[in-house]
């Protein structure tokens, strides 16, 4: 049935941790962060797009969700007008899956989509990809979980793989630096390699540096499977929403002759401090959340975004400036309290990142898929 309302709002927000509770490996977020992702009023996706949001129920208790919607700023290609699922989460029974995934389905078509693609929550800049793999590692900011019934489901249901991501846990440490496949000698260390310069986030210029952020983002990335471009509204969001947590150490920007050329935003992990809390704290649970967060203590960090300057493509400096990125991420890493750094989403089509990545960590740590489907008259 269709969400309407705030009681079915709340069920809907609320479910997948009164579905996942006790399975191993899941750790629920916090109920206020996943509200605001379906909020028109806090996600700046519903300035640009439209989503119809379902639940399913079963004598009157609800037993499975899923969302579906339409971006703006995905243009139709090569005669495809595509159209996103998300939010799916449900017990493991085909009988509330498919039910879900065709009213989500019949609301795309009805949008004009010939194409379902998903899971997003909302877009390919949110909550991205059906977790296949790594149920029972570390929960990560921002990374969504399910639980191992859900993929073959979802198959079960006529969709097919599209792409996967995956996640790489880089623990901090002189080991890990030692990995780093770069020429001997060449670091940034205190900040300069001849022209090439780097510094972190300017909290007084907080704007002009996201906006940095944004575009050289957008550029790296645009041509990638899937990419859609960072709006300013999408990045004021964001900043906003991450402002309490973030410190300069968190952005790495690299500038050639006073050029920005590549980028890299580290967020700390929220579920270092919230797992003990549940989905919706107490007055209590708040308060400790709030001190927990004044004094920082974090022990990991997530890579959320990452890019180099088209511009250098097929240069030299371009080859390289990945891996120089990583290396200032780990000697940051030793005036801040994280043990370990996540790097992902990463598309598994991206064989110079993943080469780079397994030299200092063999294998991913997590796989989401990303599923679609045909939608026929």
Not at 241 to 249: A, G, N, V
Not at 293 to 317: C, M, N, P, Q, Y
Not at 327 to 348: F, Q, S
Request: contains cysteine.
């Amino acid at each position: 049935m269709p969400v309407e309302g705030r009681r079915l709002l709340s069920a809907f927000v609320t479910l997948p941790r009164r579905l996942y509770a006790g399975q191993p490996g899941y750790v629920p977020p916090l109920d206020m962060e996943q509200r605001d992702l379906v909020d028109p009023k806090k996600n700046a996706f519903f300035r640009r797009g439209r989503a119809r949001l379902f639940l399913a129920l079963r004598d009157g208790r609800p037993v499975g969700r899923v969302s579906a919607q339409i971006d703006d700023l995905v243009a139709p290609r090569e005669g495809e007008n595509i159209g996103f699922f998300g939010a799916l989460d449900a017990i493991d029974d085909i009988a509330v899956v498919a039910p879900l995934l065709d009213a989500a389905c019949a609301w795309l078509r009805a949008q004009g989509a010939s194409v379902a693609r998903g899971p997003f929550l909302l877009n390919y800049n949110g909550e991205y990809g059906l977790m296949v793999e790594g149920q029972q590692m570390p929960p990560m900011i921002a990374m969504p979980w399910h639980p191992h019934w859900l993929p073959p489901l979802v198959e079960a249901c006529g969709f097919a793989k599209a792409m996967d991501v995956v996640a790489y846990q880089m623990q901090m440490g002189p080991e890990a630096e030692a990995a780093l496949p770069l020429p001997s000698g060449l670091r940034l260390g205190e900040g300069r390699l001849g022209s090439v310069t780097t510094r972190g986030l300017r909290k007084g210029r907080l704007a002009e540096d996201a906006e940095i952020l944004r575009r050289l983002y957008n550029d790296a990335w645009r041509r990638s499977w899937g990419a859609v471009d960072l709006t300013r509204e999408d990045i004021t969001t964001m900043v906003a929403q991450m402002k309490p947590l973030l410190r300069p150490e968190h952005y790495v920007l690299i500038e050639q002759k006073g050029e920005p050329v590549a980028v890299a935003l580290v967020v700390p992990n929220i579920y270092d401090v919230v797992g003990d809390l549940g989905g919706g704290p107490s007055p209590l649970g708040w308060a400790r959340l709030a001190m927990r967060l004044l004094r920082h203590r974090f022990h990991s960090a997530r890579v959320i975004l990452l890019g180099v300057s088209k511009d250098l493509e097929g240069t030299a400096l371009g080859a390289i400036l990945p891996a120089l990125i990583i290396g200032e991420l780990m000697r940051r890493g030793r005036t801040l309290p994280y043990r370990m750094i996540e790097l992902g989403w990463i598309l598994e089509t991206n064989t110079p990142m993943r080469r780079l990545i397994e030299r200092i960590v063999p294998e991913p740590c997590k796989r989401h898929r990303v599923y679609e489907k045909p939608l026929t008259a």
